[in-house]
C-alpha cells in the first residue's frame, strides 16, 4: 500500500515506523522539508520525504497527523490532490485542559471531511499517547490493544483495518463518521482521567460478559457469595 503521511510529529513517526515495517510503501510530507528528511531516515525501511502536497498525492491511504489547529486549512489546500483517496484522521479537538473544541457543532474529522469533500474520511489512532503506538506490539496481559475505527467507505474502512493489524492492534467498528465525535470525547476524557487525576479509565467499564448487568446466575453467584 502506498501510504503518504501528512506532518512530522510524533504520531507520524509512531505509525508510519510500523506500516514501513509491515512493508508499505511511506512518504512522510512535511511543512518543513527538513524535519520530513530527518524522519524518513529514522524510520528507515525505504521512507522517503517530501512535502505536503507531494505526500498527498502519493499517498493510496494518506494519514492526517498534524495538529488539530492547521489540520483544517492543510487539508483544504490538498483537497484536490486527496479526491478518491483514504484520508486517516488521528487528531483530537482538544484544549489544553481536555475540553472538546468542537462541542455543539461538527466532530473534529467532520471538519475534516468538509474541507476535503472528495477524500473517505477514516478515524482511528485518536485515543493512546504517542509512546503507546510505539510499541512492538501493543499488548497489554496477553490482549491487543483495541482501536475504534469510524467511517462511510468500505473499502477505505477495509485499508485502515489492514494497518491498524500492521500497528500490532485489533479494530473495531466504531460505526459512521458521524460517530467520530464520540470517539474524539472518548479520548478526552480517557486522557483527563490518566492525566489530570492518574487514574485507570479502564476501570469504569466492567468487563464484555457484566456489559448489560450480570445474568441471573452470575447474580445468584454473587449473593451467594455475599450470603
Given amino acids: 500500500m502506498r501510504i503518504g ?5 510524533n504520531m507520524a513517526d509512531a505509525l508510519a515506523t510500523h506500516w514501513a515495517r509491515a ?16 524522519l524518513a531516515s529514522r524510520i528507515g525501511d525505504g521512507a522517503k520525504p517530501a512535502g505536503l502536497r507531494a505526500a498527498a498525492e502519493f499517498g493510496q491511504v494518506v494519514l492526517a497527523a498534524l495538529p488539530f489547529a492547521v489540520v483544517t486549512d492543510a487539508v483544504r489546500q490538498l483537497r484536490t490532490d486527496l479526491a478518491g483517496k483514504v484520508l486517516l484522521d488521528c487528531t483530537n479537538p ?23 469533500p472528495g477524500a473517505h474520511v477514516v478515524k482511528a ?4 499517547h504517542e509512546d503507546v503506538w510505539r510499541m512492538r506490539p501493543p ?5 491487543p490493544l483495541a482501536v475504534p475505527i469510524c467511517g462511510d467507505d468500505e473499502e477505505a474502512l477495509a485499508r485502515v483495518r489492514e494497518l491498524v493489524r500492521d500497528a500490532g492492534c485489533e479494530p473495531l467498528n466504531g460505526g459512521g ?3 467520530a465525535g464520540l470517539v474524539e470525547a472518548t479520548a478526552g476524557l480517557f486522557i483527563a482521567l490518566w492525566v489530570r487525576e492518574r487514574a485507570d479509565a479502564q476501570a469504569i467499564a466492567p468487563p464484555l460478559a457484566y456489559a448489560a448487568g450480570p445474568s441471573r446466575e452470575q447474580s445468584a453467584d454473587g449473593e451467594a457469595a455475599h450470603g
Fill in 5 to 9: 503521511v501528512l506532518g512530522t510529529g
Fill in 23 to 38: 512493508g508499505h510503501e511511506v512518504v512522510i510530507g512535511g511543512r518543513d522539508l527538513a524535519k520530513a528528511e530527518r
Fill in 94 to 116: 482538544l484544549s489544553e485542559d481536555f475540553q472538546l473544541l468542537t462541542e455543539g457543532g461538527l466532530s473534529g474529522a467532520q471538519q475534516i471531511a468538509a474541507a476535503a
Fill in 125 to 128: 489512532f485518536n485515543i493512546c
Fill in 139 to 143: 499488548v497489554f496481559d496477553g490482549r
Fill in 177 to 179: 463518521l458521524d460517530r
